[in-house]
T-cell receptor, first 113, second 114 residues
Framework: DQQVKQNSPSLSVQEGRISILNCDYT??????FLWYKKYPAEGPTFLIS?????DKNEDGRFTVFLNKSAKHLSLHIVPSQPGDSAVYFC????????????FGQGTTLQVKP | EAQVTQNPRYLITVTGKKLTVTCSQN?????MSWYRQDPGLGLRQIYY???????DKGDVPEGYKVSRKEKRNFPLILESPSPNQTSLYFC?????????????FGPGTRLTVL
């Protein structure tokens, strides 16, 4: 039973355009959501997070939106750059859950020059 | 430099031959965890540790052991590896076990069990 789902295995966008990566979750106990980026042969690195008390968090070119009623979050990258090409994982946790992160399957983003 | 290190990075072994993957962090983090990454499944937690001498099972603990004798080290032990443990393994650490803490990941260990 996949509690966090990223239904798009891959996404290709042109440099300079917006990239939108989506993530759905089923567990209403999740109260913190994170996005990680992973390059080949490296470990995932933290990108941006959002608490369930917010609906938006912005950090430079990266914005995460949370729609709790739909149990959906999205990561927007504007403008997209070739260096953003990587696998993006959505993850969720709940404050009472011993630090455990539940990850989605990942979406591979390719940004074409 | 703050980091999580894992060794070895790549390992090919045979069924039944005990192995240990080491993990070390230099950030004085209390919380450490092991994940495996498999195609189409994302990262799944194997074991975690809230602090020294405190370990517990994650979602897929079968066939694995861990220990936490020191704060900085969290080795993953496969007593009798099997081919279904062929995977990409990541160690991670964070300041505490709160779900609000960012986790820092090691570079990964690619394990193949023949």
């Amino acid at each position: 039973d996949q509690q966090v789902k990223q239904n798009s295995p891959s996404l290709s966008v042109q440099e300079g355009r917006i990239s939108i990566l989506n993530c759905d979750y089923t567990n209403s106990m999740f109260d913190y959501f994170l996005w990680y980026k992973k390059y080949p042969a490296e470990g995932p690195t933290f990108l941006i997070s959002i608490s369930s008390i917010k609906d938006k968090n912005e950090d430079g070119r990266f914005t995460v939106f949370l729609n709790k009623s739909a149990k959906h979050l999205s990561l927007h990258i504007v403008p997209s750059q070739p260096g953003d090409s990587a696998v993006y994982f959505c993850a969720a946790s709940s404050s009472g859950n011993t630090g455990k992160l539940i990850f989605g399957q990942g979406t591979t983003l390719q940004v074409k020059p | 430099e703050a980091q999580v290190t894992q060794n070895p990075r790549y390992l090919i072994t045979v069924t039944g031959k005990k192995l240990t993957v080491t993990c070390s962090q230099n950030m004085n983090h209390e919380y450490m965890s092991w994940y495996r990454q498999d195609p189409g499944l994302g990262l799944r937690q194997i074991y975690y540790s809230m602090n020294v001498e405190v370990t517990d099972k994650g979602d897929v603990p079968e066939g694995y052991k861990v220990s936490r004798k020191e704060k900085r080290n969290f080795p993953l032990i496969l007593e009798s590896p099997s081919p279904n443990q062929t995977s990409l393994y990541f160690c991670a650490s964070s300041l505490s076990g709160s779900g609000f803490n960012e986790q820092f990941f090691g570079p990964g260990t690619r394990l193949t069990v023949l």
